[in-house]
């Protein structure tokens, strides 16, 4: 391992390790984790230098759900803490999923999780204007009722698929990634930038401060991606493909565009803004930086996208 191999940057969707349609219960996550790490070791095999991120969605939102159920007895903790839980917990299970994995390849690598916080502008108008999607799905009816019990702001992400919106502020840079690159580099695979990171920022005397968020993790990838030189970026999402006139008669598997057709592909307003679009934006972001490839796809049609035969495929012009 070492500078010479390629390097992956990996964003895995929280959706992957918790399922919209489960309880999502440890067992199922852990579970989960270890079906998605095994789809994983494709890269090791090909002795790729490998960042993984990972989002936090469901988990997030569930800390926060625990936080409201129990404030009257335990003090609740600010989202920007619970998302360096959600770090530290999902990162344990990757960790460890991959640790095993790779004991049964007698693969020598060792696995780290860093707890990573991205600095964001405190005055980023989408703190004002929550639109990222957290927690389980509901339908309209218990949607508005948990809304109005809890004071949520709820949205809906697909048809009659209601979830909690929170602020998500743009990610400017992220901190200790001179110290991930070094470790990627080296051979090390490296956990960090776990649900977007913790936002942060500082203030006037250059303190640094926690703030209430959750960043795209998608956008937290691609800057991660370019600040380790990655020459590839993988999204692992829950659908096979990207598509073109989505969930329409005249839907249509997208199988490869350039940074220019994908530009335009969202001018023409294909891409959801809680789902597809921020992949795509994110996309064009790392290509545009340094990347050579993107490749979206699902946990199952990982190794046909390694291999070239599946998946939607980004390039640069």
Not at 7 to 13: A, P
Not at 98 to 126: C, F, G, H, M
Not at 215 to 236: H, N, P, Q, T
Request: charged share 25%; with cysteine; glycine share 10%.
């Amino acid at each position: 391992m070492g500078q010479q191999n390629p390097t992956v940057m990996i964003s895995l969707g929280g959706n992957a390790i918790s399922p919209k349609n489960e309880s999502g219960t440890i067992d199922e996550q852990f579970a989960h984790t270890r079906e998605s790490l095994t789809a994983v070791m494709g890269f090791v095999k090909r002795r790729y230098n490998i960042c993984i991120s990972h989002g936090n969605g469901p988990q997030v939102g569930a800390e926060l759900q625990r936080n409201e159920l129990t404030q009257d007895v335990i003090p609740p903790l600010p989202l920007g803490v619970l998302v360096a839980n959600t770090q530290g917990a999902i990162g344990y299970m990757i960790q460890q999923s991959l640790q095993n994995a790779l004991y049964t390849e007698d693969a020598n690598r060792e696995v780290v999780s860093i707890i990573s916080q991205v600095k964001v502008d405190k005055d980023d108008p989408a703190l004002k204007e929550p639109r990222k999607y957290i927690g389980k799905s509901y339908n309209k009816k218990i949607a508005h009722e948990l809304a109005e019990k809890h004071g949520w702001i709820v949205k809906e992400q697909e048809s009659n698929i209601w979830r909690r919106v929170v602020p998500s502020p743009k990610p400017l840079y992220i901190f200790n990634g001179k110290s991930i690159k070094h470790l990627v580099n080296y051979g090390t695979i490296v956990i960090a930038g776990g649900g977007g990171g913790i936002p942060s920022y500082n203030d006037k005397d250059g303190i640094l401060h926690g703030l209430d968020g959750v960043i795209d993790k998608d956008y937290s990838a691609a800057l991660l991606g370019r600040i380790i030189r990655a020459d590839e970026l993988f999204m692992i999402t829950d659908v096979d493909n990207v598509y073109l006139n989505y969930n329409k008669e005249n839907q249509k598997r997208l199988e490869h565009c350039t940074v220019s057709e994908a530009e335009k592909f969202l001018e023409e307003g294909h891409f959801g803004v809680g789902s597809m679009e921020p992949k795509i934006k994110s996309a064009i972001y790392f290509l545009e930086h340094y990347g050579k490839k993107v490749v979206l796809t699902s946990l199952k049609k990982l190794e046909d996208a390694l291999k070239g035969n599946s998946g939607t495929t980004i390039t640069k012009d």
